[in-house]
């Protein structure tokens, strides 16, 4: 199990990212959390088995809510484990 912490830049908060995310996220079976930060991008964090499942989590945060515009999503390799459901922090 690997775990990847995201960060995703645009017009971001404000527009049902994190709850449409959430939703799309436990949808999948994803584990994980996604929060706002301060400087206006958002963070989610995720744990999976494969490359694969991490290429399907992207495709979320690319996707994110209908008023969201993703401009770009970067991530870090984490050792925390996402267990349990997919939460809005």
Do not use: H
Not at 73 to 79: A, G, K, L, R, T
């Amino acid at each position: 199990m690997q775990s990847r912490r995201y960060i995703v830049r645009g017009r971001v908060q404000g527009v049902w990212y994190r709850a449409t995310l959430q939703e799309l996220a436990r949808e999948a079976g994803f584990s994980g959390y996604v929060s706002n930060l301060s400087d206006g991008s958002v963070e989610a964090g995720v744990s999976c088995e494969n490359e694969d499942c991490f290429d399907r989590f992207e495709a979320l945060l690319w996707q994110g809510s209908p008023l969201s515009v993703v401009d770009t999503v970067s991530y870090d390799v984490i050792e925390e484990v996402f267990e349990g459901g997919f939460e809005k922090r």
